[in-house]
């Protein structure tokens, strides 16, 4: 039943949170489970007379808020997930259904109706499991069950009330408590779940993992009943070995909670019942979504709510030097796209960063994306905004949107030493960053001592090398004006195993390595360009040397939405490639692919190792020891 034996068939899936509520993230990362959090932008609105139970409504908002995300991520986020995890609780009390209280008073409303009583809590979880068929459709499969957990309050003294709605607790939490935190004080008892009650049922939601994942097809476990129409189907789609199999399920659970599964099929990513096309929706909207972020981060939203944690919205207006009404419609656009949150505090609203905003967004943090955001905004986006001409005219548009001639543009990027270079190495700087230490960990690399990161911009990449593997020294090569400017992206520890050599990689002699890394590089330029820097390459590569791609590799099929193909709209020369293509490429210069590895964060990566053509056992030229020579995988 437990999670762990559930755990092993969800790797390798994407998985995610559709809620940004920290408790659940909580609950979900101490049980093991490995998952993306992106928040639902389904709004909790549904109308609860229309349901006949409170818990069909918190199942139903759980669903909704599941699928949104489920339809959304492909083409905002550029990834599929495999299962998409939604939540909602409630909690009733005299009929009445309870969520979140909008302020002070209705705190108060609510802790006084609870107060010397027994209430019900419910939450309501969904389980989306989303299946590529052939072609671009998906199926999406909604497993949905519930939790109920009593609890009973203590009587409440309006002094306690008051101390206790005035610490800002009851606010973002449905009935107005926390049962976790302070609220627990107002607890007597607790029937059932205790973490049902915080925000997620986990046993539950472990049983049912099992009954999706692991039961066998004939197992009684397989037995839920469906309250409308007795016919059930269950999906096993993603559980190894038992494909779409359709089978009965069963009864009520023990305590009253019912466990109910539906499966939805959509066609082309469109749901047929309520015949809402939300991936062409998603895409519409797409822009300003990109729009709403690339602003709040030119305008430093991020970084002055991280200064003072939190702000009402005309401290944020002053700060950042805006009208009152332009900020509020930032802000509240940011709320909605889970970059920010709104608590009230003491009668007032204020604004303050998620998790996710202070660790990506504030421009100083370490994993700051801040400098590739700002260069999308100032650099790409008047770009995407003359897409039609580039179209036309199959020219990329660098003098329509600066005034200045594709090469002059590359000038200011590679060459000058102006204002337009530190943005663009920051730029290259944040997304190494958050991607090296996956580029770097992707491979075993102890047989090779020296490294030439060619290219090598800031050192980003070369310091996550260094990190990784301690016999490893690096020597980032890159153009003279942008080794200059290194000093501005100076880690606070440097490595002396890390050094820094000027040239230009088309004219001039290269470094002595054992191993060459183009990260981000390769897609730049054209065949005939690479193919200078490849024969230079291949001349300077003793046999055993090896060549570490980094890139956005294009899918085979080019069936999935790519962030490669994209950003390629917008290229000047240059072409997005397969890993297919990459060999070929690099095969025609004697480099084999080893190893392919996707690292499920923005770039993926493969290693070549330069061949005797002699000789097809690959000796590491440099020292006695030798990689694996294992088949691509
Ligand atoms: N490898 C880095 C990374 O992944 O973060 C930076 C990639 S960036 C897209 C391309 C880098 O190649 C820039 O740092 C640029 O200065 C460098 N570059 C471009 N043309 C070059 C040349 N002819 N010789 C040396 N470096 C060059």
């Given at each position: 039943m437990l999670l762990n034996p559930v755990i092993s068939k969800l790797s390798g899936k994407l998985v995610v949170l559709a809620s940004a509520s920290p408790r659940r993230l909580e609950i979900l990362s101490n049980a093991g489970l490995r998952f993306e959090v992106v928040p639902s932008w389904f709004k909790e609105t549904l109308d609860k007379s229309l349901f006949k139970n409170p818990y069909d409504y918190a199942v139903e908002t759980a669903k909704q808020k599941a699928l949104e995300v489920a339809h959304r991520m492909p083409f905002k986020h550029l990834k599929s997930p495999d299962v998409v995890i939604g939540a909602d609780t409630v909690v009733t009390v005299d009929g009445l259904i309870l969520e979140k209280p909008t302020d002070k008073e209705d705190a108060y409303r609510m802790l006084s109706r609870l107060s010397g009583k027994e209430h019900s809590v419910f939450t309501g979880v969904a389980i989306v499991l989303c299946h590529d068929k052939s072609g671009s459709d998906t199926d999406y499969k909604v497993v949905d069950f519930y939790e109920e957990t009593k609890v009973k309050f203590?009587?409440?003294?309006?002094?306690?009330?008051?101390?206790?709605?005035?610490?800002?607790?009851?606010?973002?939490?449905?009935?107005?408590?926390?049962?976790?935190?302070?609220?627990?004080?107002?607890?007597?008892?607790?029937?059932?779940?205790?973490?049902?009650?915080?925000?997620?049922?986990?046993?539950?939601?472990?049983?049912?993992?099992?009954?999706?994942?692991?039961?066998?097809?004939?197992?009684?476990?397989?037995?839920?009943?469906?309250?409308?129409?007795e016919a059930w189907t269950l999906v096993n789609s993603l559980s190894e070995g038992a494909a779409n199999e359709e089978v009965e399920l069963l009864e009520n659970g023990k305590d009253g909670s019912r466990m109910s599964m539906q499966e939805q099929n959509v066609i082309g990513t469109e749901c047929s019942r309520q015949d809402i096309p939300h991936s062409i929706i998603s895409l519409l909207d797409g822009f300003k979504a990109s729009k709403t972020l690339f602003t709040a981060s030119k305008l430093k939203v991020f970084d002055v709510l991280n200064s003072s944690n939190s702000l009402t919205l005309e401290e944020v207006a002053g700060q950042i030097n805006a009208s009152v009404l332009g900020t509020e419609r930032l802000l509240e656009a940011a709320v909605s796209l889970g970059l920010l949150e709104r608590v009230k505090q003491q009668n007032t609203s204020v604004y303050r960063n998620t998790e996710q905003a202070s660790r990506f967004l504030v421009s100083d943090s370490p994993e700051s994306l801040n400098g590739y955001i700002l260069h999308c905004n100032d650099m790409v986006w008047p770009l995407f905004s003359h897409l039609e001409n580039a179209v036309r005219e199959g020219t990329s548009q660098h003098e329509r949107a600066f005034g200045k001639k594709n090469e002059e543009v590359f000038q200011d990027a590679y060459y000058s030493k102006d204002e337009v270079k530190i943005r663009f190495m920051d730029a290259m700087h944040s997304i190494a960053r958050v991607t090296g230490k996956d580029v770097a960990t992707a491979f075993e690399l102890s047989p090779y001592k020296t490294a030439c990161d060619i290219g090598g911009c800031t050192g980003a990449v070369a310091y996550e090398f260094t990190k990784v593997h301690p016999g490893l020294s690096v020597i980032v090569f890159d153009l003279p004006q942008v080794i200059e400017m290194r000093r501005h992206f100076q880690p606070k520890e440097t490595d002396d195993r890390v050094s820094f050599v000027a040239g230009d990689f088309f004219k001039d002699d290269l470094p002595k390595a054992d191993l060459y890394i183009l990260a981000r590089i390769l897609h730049d330029w054209s065949d005939e360009k690479l193919h200078v820097l490849l024969s230079k390459l291949s001349k300077m590569c003793t046999p055993g040397c090896g060549l570490l791609v980094s890139e956005i590799f294009l899918d085979e099929e080019r069936k999935r939405p790519s962030r490669a193909l994209l950003q390629a709209l917008s290229m000047t020369e240059g072409k997005q490639r397969s890993p297919t293509e990459?060999?070929?490429?690099?095969?025609?210069?004697?480099?084999?692919?080893?190893?392919?590895?996707?690292?499920?964060?923005?770039?993926?990566?493969?290693?070549?190792?330069?061949?005797?053509?002699?000789?097809?056992?690959?000796?590491?030229?440099?020292?006695?020891?030798?990689?694996?020579?294992?088949?691509?995988e």
């Amino acid at each position: 039943m437990l999670l762990n034996p559930v755990i092993s068939k969800l790797s390798g899936k994407l998985v995610v949170l559709a809620s940004a509520s920290p408790r659940r993230l909580e609950i979900l990362s101490n049980a093991g489970l490995r998952f993306e959090v992106v928040p639902s932008w389904f709004k909790e609105t549904l109308d609860k007379s229309l349901f006949k139970n409170p818990y069909d409504y918190a199942v139903e908002t759980a669903k909704q808020k599941a699928l949104e995300v489920a339809h959304r991520m492909p083409f905002k986020h550029l990834k599929s997930p495999d299962v998409v995890i939604g939540a909602d609780t409630v909690v009733t009390v005299d009929g009445l259904i309870l969520e979140k209280p909008t302020d002070k008073e209705d705190a108060y409303r609510m802790l006084s109706r609870l107060s010397g009583k027994e209430h019900s809590v419910f939450t309501g979880v969904a389980i989306v499991l989303c299946h590529d068929k052939s072609g671009s459709d998906t199926d999406y499969k909604v497993v949905d069950f519930y939790e109920e957990t009593k609890v009973k309050f203590a009587e409440l003294s309006e002094e306690m009330l008051w101390e206790y709605i005035n610490s800002g607790e009851p606010m973002d939490k449905a009935g107005g408590y926390g049962i976790q935190a302070l609220g627990g004080m107002l607890v007597e008892y607790v029937k059932g779940d205790f973490l049902n009650v915080v925000g997620f049922p986990l046993n539950h939601f472990c049983k049912q993992l099992g009954l999706i994942f692991n039961s066998p097809p004939e197992s009684p476990a397989h037995k839920v009943k469906r309250e409308s129409d007795e016919a059930w189907t269950l999906v096993n789609s993603l559980s190894e070995g038992a494909a779409n199999e359709e089978v009965e399920l069963l009864e009520n659970g023990k305590d009253g909670s019912r466990m109910s599964m539906q499966e939805q099929n959509v066609i082309g990513t469109e749901c047929s019942r309520q015949d809402i096309p939300h991936s062409i929706i998603s895409l519409l909207d797409g822009f300003k979504a990109s729009k709403t972020l690339f602003t709040a981060s030119k305008l430093k939203v991020f970084d002055v709510l991280n200064s003072s944690n939190s702000l009402t919205l005309e401290e944020v207006a002053g700060q950042i030097n805006a009208s009152v009404l332009g900020t509020e419609r930032l802000l509240e656009a940011a709320v909605s796209l889970g970059l920010l949150e709104r608590v009230k505090q003491q009668n007032t609203s204020v604004y303050r960063n998620t998790e996710q905003a202070s660790r990506f967004l504030v421009s100083d943090s370490p994993e700051s994306l801040n400098g590739y955001i700002l260069h999308c905004n100032d650099m790409v986006w008047p770009l995407f905004s003359h897409l039609e001409n580039a179209v036309r005219e199959g020219t990329s548009q660098h003098e329509r949107a600066f005034g200045k001639k594709n090469e002059e543009v590359f000038q200011d990027a590679y060459y000058s030493k102006d204002e337009v270079k530190i943005r663009f190495m920051d730029a290259m700087h944040s997304i190494a960053r958050v991607t090296g230490k996956d580029v770097a960990t992707a491979f075993e690399l102890s047989p090779y001592k020296t490294a030439c990161d060619i290219g090598g911009c800031t050192g980003a990449v070369a310091y996550e090398f260094t990190k990784v593997h301690p016999g490893l020294s690096v020597i980032v090569f890159d153009l003279p004006q942008v080794i200059e400017m290194r000093r501005h992206f100076q880690p606070k520890e440097t490595d002396d195993r890390v050094s820094f050599v000027a040239g230009d990689f088309f004219k001039d002699d290269l470094p002595k390595a054992d191993l060459y890394i183009l990260a981000r590089i390769l897609h730049d330029w054209s065949d005939e360009k690479l193919h200078v820097l490849l024969s230079k390459l291949s001349k300077m590569c003793t046999p055993g040397c090896g060549l570490l791609v980094s890139e956005i590799f294009l899918d085979e099929e080019r069936k999935r939405p790519s962030r490669a193909l994209l950003q390629a709209l917008s290229m000047t020369e240059g072409k997005q490639r397969s890993p297919t293509e990459y060999s070929d490429l690099l095969e025609k210069h004697g480099f084999t692919p080893k190893h392919i590895k996707h690292t499920d964060n923005l770039l993926d990566a493969m290693l070549f190792v330069k061949e005797d053509p002699n000789d097809k056992r690959t000796l590491l030229g440099c020292s006695s020891a030798s990689i694996e020579t294992a088949e691509l995988e």
